[in-house]
């Protein structure tokens, strides 16, 4: 596709269950973003992927939350043991190098942990 | 780490008027500062970049500006239009960290 590409676009799950919110980035973007977008606030960093190194992953909140990356294209956030806290929007973005320039959203998955 | 402080975190303007957003960074390490403008319900785009061995730079009716020592820079609108009403992000990046550390963001609306 064009942009980068997030599913699903809404998720709505009960506190303790567990959640998998996918990310596919553009083509031949190499780095790949999770942030975490809460009501009214600005965008948290969670996790930053690039290319085979070892992801940065000093943005999780706690151990619930992990991420994958698959073949250096597809990243999966897990959310075990979700809890209301965790409801917000989550972006992922991804950019043609590192260096965190000119990134490109997602439209996001809305969480609401009832 | 760094940390970006944005305000006003609302400002409300007649159309045809200037806005001017401002934000300050903690590490004068840090060397990319970028501008995202997020209309309501969709997601964050990437409205202008500076970087630090740049003052200024300008693209049609916006601009940002950048004061290194003060560790400061901010995002001029001009001639502001209805469709200029959005939630507007900046932040800022480190040399040796690969990531975004963003300002809370500020609410602009322009008033027809």
């Known amino acids: 596709g064009a942009g980068v590409s997030q599913s699903p676009s809404n998720k709505v799950t009960e506190k303790g269950k567990d959640v998998e919110l996918r990310c596919d980035p553009i083509?031949?973007?190499?780095?790949l973003y999770w942030y975490r977008q809460s009501l009214g606030q600005g965008l948290e960093f969670l996790i930053y992927?690039?290319?085979?190194?070892?992801?940065?992953k000093s943005g999780l909140p706690s151990d619930r939350f992990s991420a994958e990356r698959t073949g250096g294209s597809v990243s999966t956030l897990t959310i075990q043991r979700t809890q209301q806290e965790d409801s917000a929007v989550y972006l992922c973005?991804?950019?043609?190098?590192?260096?965190?320039?000119?990134?490109?959203f997602g439209s996001g998955t809305q969480l609401s942990v009832l | 780490g760094e940390n970006v402080e944005q305000h006003p975190s609302t400002l409300s303007v007649q159309e045809g008027d200037s806005a001017v957003i401002k934000c300050t960074y903690s590490?004068?390490?840090?060397?990319?500062f970028p501008w995202y403008k997020q209309e309501l319900g969709k997601r964050p785009q990437l409205i202008i970049d500076?970087?630090?061995?740049?003052g200024e730079k300008k693209d049609q009716r916006i601009a940002v500006t950048l004061n290194k020592t003060a560790k400061h820079f901010s995002l001029h609108i001009t001639e502001t239009q209805p469709e200029d009403s959005a939630v507007y992000f900046c932040a800022a990046s480190e040399p040796w960290r690969n990531k975004l550390v963003f300002g809370a963001g500020t609410i602009l609306r322009v008033k027809s």
């Open positions: 590490d004068s390490a840090s060397n990319y």
């Open positions: 083509s031949g973007h190499t780095a």
């Open positions: 500076i970087r630090s061995n740049v």
């Open positions: 973005a991804s950019s043609l190098d590192r260096g965190a320039e000119k990134l490109f």
């Open positions: 992927f690039q290319g085979n190194s070892a992801p940065d």
